[in-house]
T-cell receptor
Framework: DTEVTQTPKHLVMGMTNKKSLKCEQHMGHRAMYWYKQKAKKPPELMFVYSYEKLSINESVPSRFSPECPNSSLLNLHLHALQPEDSALYLC????????????FGNGTRLTVT | QKEVEQNSGPLSVPEGAIASLNCTYSDRGSQSFFWYRQYSGKSPELIMFIYSNGDKEDGRFTAQLNKASQYVSLLIRDSQPSDSATYLCAVNGPGGYQKVTFGTGTKLQVIP
């Protein structure tokens, strides 16, 4: 069983919908991440929360909004997405940021119609 | 120049052989190096990590790091069909230690 839990596993949403992806880690880590992965491409970093401070990939559109209620929880709020946003969204955590390995959840497969 | 480069493959090896996967990176300031295995439709799974020059062994896996050449490799001994997957090399930086950058991955096929 993974110690990084993501919900839902699958999500289909229309371009006018608002939805949220959720992630919880039970590893005591202080850094949490959102990655986006398209088919046959590597994961691409979207957001990092380290000690509850946000770092952003400047290329991520504002229709993606992260939230970190506490060091164990991470949400990704989705609004007015486009079909090209369809992808596997991966949550990860690590002990001390980039020096430590990332531990991934099972991902949320998002389809935007 | 790509930040982290890998041969996309596929790399085909017979069962029981040694698979050698290679990765080069551009940022000399990188400190941490990781290998992840990803099965189709699944999330990446950590295989090995290495911080210092030299070799690090864990079971059938050996990671090798040469910072002078900006080169990291993964050897898989006694390859099994279950090792067939995409192997992602990941490096911290550039952009600070919080940014881990992935290579495009090498697809490994182990032929029974």
């Amino acid at each position: 069983d993974t110690e990084v839990t993501q919900t839902p596993k699958h999500l289909v949403m229309g371009m006018t919908n608002k939805k949220s992806l959720k992630c919880e880690q039970h590893m005591g880590h202080r850094a949490m991440y959102w990655y986006k992965q398209k088919a046959k491409k590597p994961p691409e970093l979207m957001f990092v929360y380290s000690y509850e401070k946000l770092s952003i990939n400047e290329s991520v559109p504002s229709r993606f909004s992260p939230e970190c209620p506490n060091s164990s929880l991470l949400n990704l709020h989705l609004h007015a997405l486009q079909p090209e946003d369809s992808a596997l969204y991966l949550c990860a955590s690590s002990q001390e940021g980039g020096y430590s390995p990332l531990h991934f959840g099972n991902g949320t497969r998002l389809t935007v119609t | 120049q790509k930040e982290v480069e890998q041969n996309s493959g596929p790399l085909s090896v017979p069962e029981g052989a040694i698979a050698s996967l290679n990765c080069t990176y551009s940022d000399r300031g990188s400190q941490s190096f990781f290998w992840y295995r990803q099965y189709s439709g699944k999330s990446p799974e950590l295989i090995m990590f290495i911080y210092s020059n030299g070799d690090k062994e864990d079971g059938r896996f050996t990671a090798q790091l040469n910072k002078a050449s900006q080169y990291v490799s993964l050897l898989i001994r006694d390859s099994q069909p279950s090792d067939s997957a995409t192997y992602l090399c990941a490096v911290n930086g550039p952009g600070g230690y919080q940014k881990v950058t992935f290579g495009t991955g090498t697809k490994l096929q182990v032929i029974p």
